[in-house]
């Protein structure tokens, strides 16, 4: 069974705060944020891994295309340093190190704010681990935060070293767009396994269900109602920078965005899809238990129709009383013993003949 990791909410560490206050809530860390700088343009590439948050700064004004990843929120000073010098916005930075945001959009004109969350597989592939990212998209530069290191970015690296495709021609808005391409079609990834997982419910359902079939139904369910929580309202942001006027954002790059909200789609509607399955499967088990049960209750029922005139026999002739006719015949038990097998095989015979064994 895939179990999601879903952060815990510390909501009390902010009360009394004013906005815009920067407290981390979500899962404890203690390790040091990774922060890796990508600079590039059509024929220069550098790769680095940097120890202090001011070794970016620079960048904010570079020529180049400067993607700066950061690998670990629960640091706030290195947020709010970072934040400080490139203009954000402090309930931005506060949303930032917030890793229970919904998805969502929000334009400052210098910058878009885009936060999301990413899916994937863990090493055993059984376990589905789940993090808040936020991108910040400048003019000539892409900001992402991500509660831990390891991602689904890795191709969209690749592609930079390799200089593959147009990802070394664009700018910032198509880098920007490459690492949402990579979240939404990682989605794609889950939805499949889910869909295995399901296949598999079903068979269990066909061939021997258990309560332990019935968990996994409960526990899919929740999965899906946390993939559509992350999904649908990824809709609202992708519809939102395609209808975006902001000068960040290029003609040449809405022909991309509208590909990334197609498949948006299809998420959307698998996930609706295999609610809607599940449910039915749902159904379908508590029918199956209820049919067993009627089975069992049926089958009771005809032991105990059949012992009823066998009971009464036995216990007329069990009475004590002196004057019984049968009492003194040599031949009366096996003959209480004829009439027993007879009326056991007469009502087996009418029970098969109407179908009810």
């Avoid at 530069?141 to 021609?169: A, P």
Wanted: charged residues 25%.
């Amino acid at each position: 069974m895939i179990f999601i990791r879903k952060f815990a909410n510390r909501f009390s560490k902010k009360a009394g705060l004013s906005p815009g206050s920067l407290v981390h809530v979500g899962e404890e860390r203690t390790e040091k944020p990774k922060i890796t700088i990508i600079d590039y343009d059509r024929d220069n590439f550098q790769e680095r891994v940097v120890d202090n948050i001011e070794e970016c700064f620079p960048f904010k004004d570079y020529p180049t295309i400067s993607w700066i990843n950061i690998d670990g929120i629960h640091q706030v000073d290195i947020i709010e340093k970072l934040g400080k010098h490139f203009g954000l916005h402090p309930l931005v930075m506060e949303d930032i190190v917030h890793t229970n945001q919904r998805p969502k959009m929000e334009d400052y004109d210098s910058y878009i704010y885009i936060v999301l969350k990413m899916l994937w597989f863990a090493e055993d592939d059984t376990d589905v681990k789940a993090e808040q990212v936020s991108i910040i998209l400048g003019q000539n530069y892409v900001i992402s935060f991500q509660e831990v290191e390891g991602d689904t970015f890795n191709f969209v690296r690749e592609r930079l070293r390799t200089s593959k495709g147009r990802i070394r021609l664009m700018g910032a808005d198509y880098l920007a767009y490459a690492l949402l391409d990579s979240i939404v079609d990682n989605y794609f990834i889950i939805i499949e396994r889910f869909g295995e997982i399901i296949e598999d419910l079903e068979e269990q359902l066909i061939e021997k269900p258990s309560p332990e079939t019935l968990q996994s139904i409960h526990d899919l369910k929740k999965e899906m109602i946390y993939l559509r929580k992350s999904v649908w309202p990824l809709r609202e942001v992708i519809s939102g920078l395609q209808r975006s006027e902001s000068s960040l954002i290029k003609e040449s790059t809405f022909a991309f965005l509208k590909d990334i909200y197609d498949h948006t789609i299809q998420v959307a509607d698998a996930i609706e899809t295999f609610r809607d399955v599940l449910s039915g499967i749902l159904d379908v088990y508590l029918s199956s238990v209820s049919n067993k049960m009627n089975e069992v209750m049926k089958t009771l029922t005809i032991i105990a129709t059949i012992f009823i005139p066998l009971t009464f026999v036995a216990g007329v002739y069990g009475m004590n009383f002196e004057y019984m006719p049968e009492l003194a015949w040599e031949l009366a038990y096996p003959a209480v013993w004829f009439v027993f097998i007879l009326i056991f095989v007469s009502m087996y015979a009418y029970f098969r003949r109407k179908n009810w064994m």
